[in-house]
């Protein structure tokens, strides 16, 4: 059966541009936010309030009801998020803001409505936190742009702290373009002003969205559209020379150039265009780059023995050979995420040791499985290979420390592993078809 929002996003693709005067009723209809309640996975981290699915889940309807009621009457009001922070493999920490259950069931049909006005806007070199787009298809479009479409600069750019700098007036005003529903808007402010709760203070700020709310995502993608996609398809890219192309996956993007002077004026135009909306690039994860067919042979023009590697969606990308010699885009699984991914399989299988060796191998697979799954991409089989032989030494060490006495050694495991180690096949092919092939 088709559902109302279904039949909403069709209606919005086939009538793009359009202004939406009247949304609420969508925003508080039953039946969807119930929809949204099934959607919603019974493991995730509760909020403020420490209502999981399950407390949640007892007479369902009437609350849903009743949740409908407070948004139809603009009673509703959103409650803090709990803060938590998360480590990154930088050392640093990441804050995220994690919503009450009653707000992830709002949020969920919020960003369904802003998706369903917004999609067929959204550029198709825009990947992040959009449905049946992901960060392969990045990955993909990347390489066919340094590939086939004469790039030789490269800018790697990343915004600093976006999240947290999101300003909530400019975003509003991005909103505004297509909805001008005021009450719909005012429930999304409602959500903005929220702020988080922290070791039980009340704090609110002027900018940035909780990284963690099911709405985020969706409005970063909205702000960005306007603030880079736009700007950088209808304004930057016609002033330049040569061909320039960028890829963006939520805040991480690579911008792919011809010429050198359009690298460098981009470099300059960016920051000044992100001053006007009060961000800023991180210089630590920002560089401009000689990358492409040509760097190989230039690359001692910059003084170097070899051409610069830059990281995207977890992939160090390289200069590369193909077996006849001709040029590819090489990629390798960053350094950085694999000692992070060791030191927390490390760890889980510490605590697993009471379980018994089985739970330790079966998670340790597990592991091994997702990693293949994300990494295992075109040039990346001999790091996979690596990163399979160091979880299995992990698991080897802690299988033995299950008590004080050394119970395998390492000739009777391998025999074990054969019949344990998941397929390392390669998942995704991410070359390119050559211009030459076409």
Known sequence: MTTTIERFTQWARENPQRQYTALMGLLS???ELLACFDEQPGNKACGIDQVCKADYEVDVVARINALSSRLKRLSYQPKPSRRV???KSNGKVRPLGIPSFEDRIVQRQ????????WEPEFRNYSYGFRRNCNAHQALARL???ITNENTQWIVEADIKGFFDNVNHDWLMKFLEYRIKDPIFLRIIRRFLKAGVLEDGVWRHEDTGTPQGGLISPVLANIYLHYVLDIWFERKFAKMCQGNAKV???ADDFVVCFAREDDAKRFMTELQERLDQFGLEVEPSKTALIRFGSQA??????DGAKRPATF???GFTHYVGKSRKGRFIVGRTTQRDRITKKLKEVNQKLAQLRLQGGKAMMLY???HLVGHVAYYGVSGNARQISNYAYLISRVLFKWINRRSQRRSCNWAKFSKVLRAWMPSLQIQHNLYPKPLWMT
């Open 29 to 31: 209809s039953p039946m």
């Open 85 to 87: 922070y998360i480590p």
């Open 110 to 117: 919020m960003a369904k409505i802003l998706e369903a006005i």
């Open 143 to 145: 390489a066919e742009v």
């Open 247 to 249: 890829v963006r996956y």
């Open 296 to 301: 190989a042979t230039s690359c001692g023009k």
């Open 311 to 313: 990281d995207f969606l």
């Open 364 to 366: 340790a697979r597990r």
